[in-house]
């Protein structure tokens, strides 16, 4: 699946960019008005391959849970249950981005694709454990090639289930305690910036912890001499970076918006990325995470973030703040007046 992913990967339509600018132009507001709510749906009149696009509702967020054999290291103060403890919180509605997904109308799915412990079954929850946790990627490379493409696997066939399911958007969500480090490391492997300058604090680490995470990312990275995007995923990465790394190639095949969230689906949008250039036409970078390494990701990407609150929590929080602006873009297109039909004089 990942094959037939990758090749169904292609360039925007000029056409219906072409039939979007000159709407744009016709539409009763000062040409460029709209600032880069313009460029987002020009784009995405593209990345449809029609003008206009298909209003990007209903949406789905997918929550790619996992954990993390770093976390031995202690780059995080918060133990690993809270990562299983969380998804159960997901599952009954009660963690921040079920407040946020209520407010913005957006369905929620949990998929369990790493946690390392056994997880109830319940609505909402899927169950694509690939394996029980990573091992410790400044020991071992973190997962198999082969756990790694069954991530990715697991990742491609959720966005294929909720593009079949009617949604016209899909949201990047993770939950994985100590799953910063490994983004940061996904981050100085693809785009060669230096460890210390993307690493940062994750859910708030001190000094001495920070420093620790500095240390196991930059030994992690330097020992990496991996050049295929798969093996870097699996050498430093993890399930559920592997996971939205699908997930994201999936939606730009199926030529469905990608919204991304923080650090972790930044890291994972490189890996896309370089597996296949062509699926950036699909994501739209939903925040800018405090995160130093997720500005670094975008702007590696050229992506400008739409919305900027210093939100450092992840589970999609992000992505579903930014979908009102993108239905908003969108919906310009569908439904202002143009100065011809609403008798409103040009300048
Ligand atoms: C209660 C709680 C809820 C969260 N929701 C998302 N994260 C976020 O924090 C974790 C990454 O940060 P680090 O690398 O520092 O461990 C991830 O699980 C991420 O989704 C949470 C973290 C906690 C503690
Ligand atoms: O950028 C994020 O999504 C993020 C930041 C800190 C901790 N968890 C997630």
Redesign the pocket.
Same mark, same amino acid.
């Given at each position: 699946m990942l094959n037939e992913t990758l090749a169904a990967i292609r360039p925007l339509d000029d056409e219906a960019i072409a039939a979007a600018r000159a709407l744009q132009a016709r539409l009763t507001k000062p040409m460029g008005s709209l600032g880069a709510l313009e460029t987002l749906a020009v784009r995405l009149a593209g990345l449809a391959g029609a003008c206009p696009p298909p209003i990007p509702q209903p949406a789905a967020l997918a929550i790619f849970a996992g954990d993390h054999g770093v976390h031995e290291q202690g780059v995080t103060p918060w133990p690993q249950e809270v990562t299983a403890q969380m998804v159960a919180n997901f599952v009954a509605g009660g963690a921040v981005v079920n407040a946020f997904a209520r407010q913005a109308g957006v369905g929620v799915t949990v998929v369990d694709v790493g946690v390392k412990a056994g997880l109830d079954p319940a609505d909402g929850l899927l169950d694509r454990k690939v394996r029980a946790g990573t091992r410790d990627l400044s020991v071992e490379p973190a997962m198999t090639r082969a756990e790694t493409l069954q991530a990715i696997e697991v990742g491609m066939r959720v966005a294929e289930d909720l593009v079949r399911q009617g949604a016209r958007a899909l949201l990047t969500g !993770?939950m994985g305690i100590a799953?910063?480090t490994p983004s940061a490391a996904l981050i100085a492997a693809f785009t060669h910036v230096d460890p210390a300058a993307v690493t #940062?604090l994750?859910?708030g680490i001190d000094s001495e912890t920070h420093a620790r995470k500095v240390a196991v990312v930059t030994s992690a990275v330097v020992g990496l001499h991996a050049e295929d995007p798969i093996d870097i995923l699996a050498a430093v990465g993890g399930l559920e970076h592997a996971a939205l790394t699908g997930y994201i190639l999936r939606a730009a095949a199926l030529r469905v918006p990608v919204l991304l !969230? #923080?650090?972790? @689906?930044a890291s994972a949008a490189l890996a896309a990325h370089a597996l296949a250039p062509g699926s950036v036409a699909a994501m739209v970078a939903g925040h800018r995470? @405090?995160?130093p390494g @997720?500005s670094v990701a975008l702007g590696y990407l050229e992506l400008e973030p739409l919305v900027d609150l210093g939100l450092?929590?992840?589970e999609g929080t992000?992505a579903v703040l930014a979908l009102p602006i993108v239905a908003s873009a969108v919906r310009v297109l569908h439904e202002v007046a143009t100065f011809d039909s609403a008798g409103v004089a040009h300048k």
């Open positions: !993770d799953n910063t #940062g994750g859910t !969230d #923080g650090v972790i @689906a995470s @405090a995160e @997720a450092r929590l992840g992000g």
